[in-house]
């Protein structure tokens, strides 16, 4: 199954070791939405009116790296009060790759990552990625 990772996800980031055992195949992609620096890490709003370019990368994944990157994301199940991320379906603006994504529901107040990029913006910005 797909999942879009545009974070500490990513390959080469922070917690890409806990996908990397179950990961099958990696591939570029963006989707539209708007990026908020929560920290230590990104966070992904969709369907908002400054929905823009987000970049990131499909990952290939067993069921068990899907149930890793859940406990990851804080994600409990479908509506779950507990869920720090909503996991919800996402089509990449190529419309040909969809897949599984983590979600906020609004921005909580987290600054907006104009570029888009979550490794851009770490770089910029200097944030460590270890």
């Known amino acids: 199954m797909r999942v879009f990772v545009y974070g500490t996800l990513l390959t080469g980031e922070s917690n890409h070791r806990i996908a990397a055992p179950f990961v099958r195949s990696v591939e570029p992609g963006a989707v ?10 990104p966070a992904l709003v969709v369907g908002g009116e400054d929905d823009g370019t987000v970049a990131g990368e499909w990952l290939t994944v067993t069921e068990p790296g899907l149930r890793a990157m859940d406990a990851l ?18 089509t990449d603006l190529d419309g040909v790759r969809s897949g599984w994504v983590y979600v906020w529901t609004d921005s909580r107040g987290c600054p907006k990552i104009a570029s888009g990029s979550w490794r851009a913006h770490r770089q910029a910005s200097g944030k460590s990625h270890a």
């Open 32 to 41: 539209r939405g708007t990026l908020y620096d929560v920290g230590p890490y």
């Open 73 to 90: 994301e804080e994600y409990y199940g479908p509506g779950d009060p507990r869920n720090d991320y909503e996991r919800v379906r996402i």
